[in-house]
């Protein structure tokens, strides 16, 4: 494939300032003279105005993209941010429910304990009832 069927579209810069775009146009189409040879070119040598002019356009792109980047970062942080506290609140429900649990676990534990010890008392009770008859047989 040719650079002809795949043409790349590039954005042009967005200024902020007051220039507007035919003062960009008027001060690129102005011919210059070149140093050297005394010809005037239409684009191939820039003058000292041009060149400023062209750095401050790229020096404004270049803020104005790092602005962007800035509020994206800025957005997925605070993104970020709220799913973590979601996150978060569901752990806590979690925590709370599991501790609810274990409460109940551990009460019926204590319940089943105290029903072993009662029953082991009554077995024991029932063993002196039953040892002397034992022994008669």
């Not at 775009?21 to 003058?47: A, D, K, M, W």
């Not at 993209?65 to 970062?73: I, P």
């Not at 506290?85 to 676990?105: D, F, T, W």
Request: proline share 4%; charged share 30%.
């Amino acid at each position: 494939m040719t650079a002809i069927e795949n043409p790349v579209l590039y954005q042009l810069p967005v200024l902020e300032e007051t220039i507007s775009p035919s003062e960009i146009h008027e001060f690129l189409s102005q011919p210059t003279t070149h140093p050297i040879s005394g010809l005037e070119t239409s684009r191939s040598v820039y003058s000292t105005e041009e060149r400023r002019l062209r750095r401050m356009i790229s020096n404004r792109e270049s803020a104005r993209r790092s602005r962007w980047r800035k509020k994206k970062r800025q957005e997925d942080l605070a993104s970020e941010a709220d799913r973590l506290r979601l996150e978060n609140r569901e752990l806590e429900n979690r925590l709370s429910a599991l501790a609810n649990q274990c409460h109940v676990v551990q009460r019926d534990s204590n319940r089943l304990l105290s029903e072993s010890v009662f029953l082991q008392h009554r077995l024991a009770g029932l063993h002196e009832i039953l040892a002397p008859t034992m022994l008669l047989q």
